[in-house]
């Protein structure tokens, strides 16, 4: 099943109706309790240095949540400062290498580099930088019960630090 959005504009403002692609009648569209939410905290285990995938994982931790919707999104909130989430190449480990080598040669760390904020490390607000390039959210759309990426993409948590932690994403869902 497909989903769509009407939108039609007035004098009055914005209207907007969901409209499912399938056409059911408005009996069954008030039976099946309209747009719904989920959430849930998962944690994934400390990592290495570097770009991980991470897309089963998550997989994982939310199987049983995700198959509940045919049309939604899904909103991945990691609440760390010294991380990031982003979505890329999910099969040729070679670009998460090349990627911290890209973000290690961009931001600078040691002696050397001109930062401040050093009390939790060298490697503390290189992390911090880091993790705001890339940023801490994703929203993925959701199709029957799935995450709808292309065939190349998978979630990715980057980890910025030399000393990692176990680091917990808010998943929220939302859709129908």
Not at 117 to 132: Q, V, Y
Not at 160 to 170: E, L, M
């Amino acid at each position: 099943m497909n989903c769509a959005l009407s939108v039609s504009s007035s004098l009055g403002g914005i209207k907007s109706v969901y409209t499912p692609t399938t056409n059911p009648s408005s009996e069954s569209m008030a039976t099946s309790g309209g747009p719904k939410w989920a959430q849930k905290t998962i944690t994934l285990p400390p990592l290495k240095r570097g770009c991980h995938l991470v897309t089963a994982k998550i997989n994982k931790e939310i199987v049983q949540d995700l198959s509940g919707f045919k049309c939604g999104l899904a909103h991945l909130f990691l609440q760390h400062t010294s991380a990031s989430l982003t979505i890329n190449e999910n099969y040729d480990s070679d670009v998460r290498e090349d990627t911290e080598t890209f973000l290690n040669s961009v931001v600078p760390e040691g002696r050397s580099a001109p930062w401040k904020h050093t009390l939790e490390g060298p490697d503390d607000m290189p992390a911090h930088i880091k993790s705001s390039m890339f940023g801490n959210n994703l929203t993925i759309p959701i199709t029957d019960g799935k995450f709808n990426m292309g065939t190349w993409q998978g979630i990715w948590l980057c980890e910025h630090r030399d000393y990692p932690t176990a680091r917990k994403i808010v998943v929220t869902l939302n859709g129908i």
